[in-house]
């Protein structure tokens, strides 16, 4: 392997990559959107034969031919890159959200969140299903409609300093349950879409793995981990008294790296996405996250990483197979009905756990929940590598993601200015 | 590529790298020698025919037979780590090496330097022209008995807190020349084991790029770079009083990480090793990596990396090669003259520089200078895998770097505590 070129590679993609995004971020958008596009520009366009693929030594293979053909050393250092990366960021959102504000955020939260993934995947498998009939396809894409993206939407509160109003504490809480629900949709879409038999036995089996997979971190991080803390603390004090010096113990951010990567490596293990063991062991260091400084070191590491995740889902991007009136058609309707489907879903969800949310609150819940960013585009390209996707769907579902990241922030921010006072503002650069 | 076995293989060795850590912190010594032991017993250990790498899915391959069995994918990832981590470590080292003070501690570091290069150069030279006469072994045990490890000898003389020691600002200086001084040696020898012939030409042509690249970047750091900074300082600063906010700009440390890799790829590029691209790179930014808060976040990526660095280094020894009479008899003889010639080396060239130095502040300055850790190895490791170097001389190496490293710190800390209070106190937990 040639460490020289592999180097070359990962520097132009990351200064590629931060290029579109400072230029997306200029006008307003999230700068993932503008790496995404840096990866569809560099996978379909060259000239006189020559692309950049080319150029940085990168070739994708292609696993879709018989025999297939490997992708080359610089693509799999790529692939692993991205995969860590989005790993990362799904721990690090994980490390935001403690186990006890997902039980305390309640009944609306969960309704809001359980109505907005029945509602749109509803509208999403009959859509696919009327399309083309295929029900391989009809699973991939309502799944991928499902998913609130938590980063975005928790990013664009964060940056509105709007944390503390009661529709933000249902969108977080509702996002991150969603999420949950969003996963458990994709283990299901993928256990069923793995060659496996779609029999109510088969659904049963991934279903009850995945949920008892939750349900086992879930009290891992609300009764074990706490247990675990305390008994190491107490023994430290102890030391520390007996000793006189306050004796270093293990380092922190390695115990996060070993249990982010550890628990995304025992979801694949058990047939779901890596990503859910990711953001499920974030969870279980939640409450120690801000104590060990964990947030600011494990962003480094993301940072180092992400780009990559961006620019690959781009590079998956065929964009002949774009180029075509039904796949334009096909992603209007996806976008309309994907934005329409959440915010009803959830404005109803919200409705159903608390009669007395007035109807601005409800459509600052609805409008939040519309983004779906990368979780959908994740969904999307499990169904891609699966085989379970078609190029045509997959450039469907990315143009759906991207648009209903770029719609929500601003319909968001009205929205939050409406009710509350006109001093909150979102400035595109925090979103990058 | 199974995504899902990169995985498993990262999580495992970083476990098995920090116990080894903690074990060696634990009985007072470096960390990083634990991690190459770990890597050594990896590499060597197996039950019943199934050896852990195995296990692990990592197939190092064999580069040294004729057709090469290429190593797989898990390899050139663990690979591709751990260059990465020794890219981030040399960076950081960099990162805390202002050009100034390269230029302010003058006189006596320089001498202090040249001579610590140039004695063990002499010796280890000799010694391998007299036991086996092959000029490429001499020369790259010469060169690997060169340089001190700027990072241990830092992280000791800060953790005593005698950092403003007239003693450890010359060591800090001395070393930080060392090390340049050890990278342009590593250079010229790299290029003449690298099939060139061995002329006055390609030598004269091998030390003007090397010394060009390294003035160079000197020059960049200390005269180029600050009007960059003043020039975007003065910009941003017009932005915000025209404007009334605090526009954020560019992402620090996505700069520092293209800084680092741009500048290992360059490197690279002009036959340099990766690392003396990004030590000096390092350089470039080390007088703003305090305002930009660098040092903490590219430690984070450097935790995450810097292990298999270690692992792979001891992954590469092979026992067999170390259990003969000849290797202990020739690792004894290496140890003694490394520790000799650089104390006597140092020694001298310090008296050289100030007469006034009393013996006691040179033996400090001998002794300090001693480790040589990883930079060691990193030289011996590139004769290795160009084939000028056997397994027995690397093996060789290996126990050398790791010795000097083991009987320097305390050596250095009793030296210190002689001349200065005895609260000085070095833990062992700190050099992990």
């Not at 297939?68 to 790993?87: K, R, S």
Request: aromatic share 8%.
């Amino acid at each position: 392997m040639d460490v020289a070129s592999v180097i070359l590679m990962l520097v132009v993609l990351l200064v590629l990559a931060r290029i579109g995004a400072r230029l997306f971020a200029r006008f307003g958008m999230p700068g993932l959107i503008g790496e995404i596009i840096v990866g569809i520009l560099i996978a379909n366009i060259s000239f006189d034969g020559t692309s950049l693929l080319t150029l940085l030594n990168i070739d994708m293979g292609n696993i879709n031919i018989i025999p297939p053909i490997e992708p080359n050393d610089n693509y799999n250092v790529l692939e692993i890159f991205a995969e860590i990366g989005v790993i990362f960021l799904l721990f690090s959102v994980g490390l935001e959200t403690k186990v006890r504000d997902l039980f305390a955020v309640g009944k609306t939260a969960m309704l809001t969140a359980t109505m907005g993934v029945i509602i749109p995947f509803i509208f999403g498998f009959i859509l696919i299903m009327v399309y083309d009939g295929n029900m391989h396809h009809a699973l991939f894409l309502a799944a991928a409609m499902v998913a609130t993206s938590v980063g975005i939407t928790a990013r664009v509160i964060k940056d509105m300093k709007v944390l503390e109003t009661l529709e933000s504490r249902i969108i977080i809480g509702a996002a991150v349950i969603d999420d949950v629900l969003g996963m458990i949709v994709l283990a299901i879409v993928m256990g069923m879409a793995g060659g496996e038999e779609l029999s109510v036995l088969s659904i049963s089996v991934t279903v009850f793995k995945a949920v008892a997979f939750v349900l086992l971190m879930l009290a891992l991080a609300y009764w074990v981990v706490p247990k675990i803390y305390k008994y190491f603390d107490e023994m430290h004090k102890r030391k520390v008294a007996a000793t006189g010096e306050a004796h270093s113990s293990v380092n922190k951010l390695i115990l996060a790296i070993v249990v982010c990567l550890g628990f995304s490596w025992a979801a694949d293990m058990i047939g779901l996405a890596t990503i859910i063991g990711a953001f499920l062991g974030g969870m279980l260091l939640a409450e120690y996250a801000w104590e060990w400084d964990l947030e600011g070191k494990i962003e480094s590491i993301t940072t180092l990483f992400i780009s990559y995740f961006f620019v690959n889902v781009g590079m998956q991007v065929d964009l002949e197979s774009c180029a075509s009136v039904t796949v334009i058609v096909l992603a209007t309707i996806v976008i309309f009905l994907a934005v329409i489907s959440k915010y009803i879903g959830c404005g109803l969800g919200a409705q159903m756990g608390d009669k007395t949310l007035s109807k601005e609150s409800r459509h600052i819940i609805g409008v939040g929940m519309i983004p779906r960013g990368e979780v959908g585009i994740i969904v999307a390209a499990y169904g891609l590598s699966s085989g379970a996707m078609s190029n045509e769907l997959y450039a469907v579902v990315v143009i759906m993601a991207v648009a209903t990241t770029i719609i929500a922030p601003p319909l968001l921010a009205k929205a939050f200015r409406k009710k509350y006072p006109p001093e909150y503002k979102i400035t595109p650069d925090d979103l990058v």
